[in-house]
């Protein structure tokens, strides 16, 4: 089946500094989605985006699909960004969806 | 709020017994998917229904079972229950195929 590895697994910001997620499956893809469970364990849905670039807010996310990569961007953090991001993706032609591990982002004040 | 309902929110249960875990999707959405989420095994994808059908199958146990019901509510049925299926499980649901909204979760602990 198709594999996702986001990295880094862990990552620890000053507030105010930016910092860039990356996703790598390894087959094609016609879903892909970015999510943000918070502490409280609740997954928010940050963009749908198989392919091109978004942006919301201060947050934006581009996915390069003939590469097979995905990149969230978080500029200028707060400390309620804290939480995971998941990366979550459905190979082309498939119906289940694969979730990345996660990075793991802790804002401190 | 996604407009994805999951009940109940918790659930405390012993070892061997039985649980049903419900879900109503966003009006209009017509697919409705199961997640098992765990420490040791992060977030699993079970099953999904489009328009009362089973449409796709990942990790779900032959002790688990799910059906989506003609007014699109769908629920999880966990059997014969260990240690092990403590755990967060999620619904989410799509319009059809593409973008998936996630309800709040069940958290369930098995003593």
């Known amino acids: 089946g198709i594999q996702v590895e986001q990295s880094p697994p862990d990552l620890i910001l000053q507030e105010g500094a930016n910092s860039t997620l990356r996703c790598n499956f390894s087959d094609s893809v016609n879903n892909l989605q970015w999510f943000h469970q918070n502490p409280w364990g609740q997954l928010i849905n940050l963009f749908y985006?198989?392919?091109g670039t978004k942006q919301n807010g201060r947050l934006s996310a581009t996915t390069v699909a003939t590469e097979r990569y995905s990149l969230l961007y978080i500029s200028s953090s707060q400390t309620t960004d804290s939480g995971v991001y998941f990366c979550?993706?459905?190979?082309?032609?498939?119906?289940?969806?694969?979730f990345g591990a996660g990075t793991r982002l802790f804002v401190k004040a | 709020d996604s407009g994805v309902t999951q009940t109940p929110k918790h659930l405390i249960t012993a070892t061997g017994q039985r649980v049903t875990l419900r879900c109503s999707p966003r009006?209009?959405?017509?697919?409705v998917y199961w997640y098992q989420q765990s420490l040791d095994q992060g977030l699993q994808f079970l099953i999904q229904y489009y328009n009362g059908e089973e449409r796709a199958k990942g990790n779900i146990l032959e002790r688990f079972s799910a059906q989506q019901f003609p007014d699109l509510h769908s629920e999880l049925n966990l059997s014969s229950l260990e240690l092990g299926d403590s755990a967060l499980y999620f619904c989410?649901?799509?319009?059809?195929?593409?973008?998936?909204?996630f309800g709040p979760g069940t958290r369930l602990t098995v003593l």
């Open positions: 985006i198989p392919s």
């Open positions: 989410a649901s799509s319009v059809v195929h593409n973008e998936q909204f």
């Open positions: 979550a993706v459905e190979r082309t032609g498939g119906f289940k969806t694969i």
């Open positions: 009006s209009g959405d017509l697919s």
